[in-house]
């Protein structure tokens, strides 16, 4: 019975997390590729045909998100995002390095994001901005099993994930999901009320044991005799009479 709650909360859990969730990607891309939304961000994960994976320069990383952003992590908590997200695309597969979208900027002689935006949150990989590389030859990459960013070579290296990255489209995000979210809802209160009758059910069965399952035994109801039925059984016991 504990269980059967406990698989009723899950159910109520559930709806609640497809309802945010669809309320969220409604202001995604729609270009058909899959965005996964995470705050007022929408991220697609490049994983190459048939989830293998691939290895892409850093001009084919830019290629692979043309239009939007390559990755660019603004917070330790996006950070994060990427490194709980990374092993459900790339199942089964050795920690998966992936390019940032950011590049030595020899007047500021620091390095920067792509959109020219200042790094205002960094996780760096101890000595890594020691590097021995040319400046102009300074890109940077992102180890998803450690979440540690370290410099590598935009001309040599090959990473072997992408991410692109865009912002939300709020309005759209307030407009889309209207119809979806009622028929959700709609279909959600139909399962909440069938799991919860079958709860009640079992409850009562648990309580007043097999009663209440005779009570919903088909009685047939009390049938009168005809008047010929009646008087043949009479005449029947009259003449069996002594």
């Known amino acids: 019975m504990e269980s059967l709650k406990k698989s009723h909360r899950s159910l109520l859990w559930c709806v609640f997390v497809l309802c945010v969730q669809l309320a969220l990607t409604g202001g995604c891309p729609a270009d058909g590729r899959t965005w996964v939304p995470f705050k007022d961000r929408c991220y697609h994960f490049v994983h190459g045909d048939e989830d293998k994976i ?3 320069s850093f001009e084919d ?4 998100c ?6 660019t992590i603004q917070s330790e908590e996006e950070n994060k995002f990427v490194i ?3 092993p459900e695309v ?5 920690p998966v390095i992936v390019w940032l979208g950011m ?3 020899s007047n500021t002689q620091n390095m920067t994001w792509l959109h020219d935006n200042a790094v205002t949150f960094s996780n760096w990989e101890d000595g ?3 590097s021995d590389l040319a400046p102009m030859d300074k890109c940077a990459a992102l180890h998803t099993n450690t979440g540690k960013w370290e410099i590598v070579s935009c001309s040599d290296d090959l990473e072997n994930g992408v991410i692109c990255e865009a912002a939300q489209d709020k309005e759209k995000a307030k407009r889309k999901p209207s119809a979806v979210l009622s028929a959700l809802v709609i279909l959600s209160v139909v399962a909440i009320v069938g799991v919860s009758g079958v709860v009640w059910f079992l409850h009562q069965k648990h309580n007043f044991g097999s009663g209440i399952v005779t009570a919903f035994e088909y009685h047939p109801p009390f049938r009168v ?13 009259t003449d069996s009479t002594p």
């Open 103 to 105: 590049y030595y900027d």
């Open 225 to 237: 005799p005809d008047t010929d039925q009646s008087c043949l059984v009479e005449a029947e016991e």
């Open 61 to 64: 990383a830019k290629t692979h």
């Open 84 to 86: 709980d997200y990374s």
């Open 90 to 94: 790339w199942k089964n597969s050795p």
């Open 128 to 130: 890594s901005l020691t």
């Open 66 to 71: 043309k239009g939007f952003e390559l990755l």
């Open 54 to 56: 691939k290895s892409y």
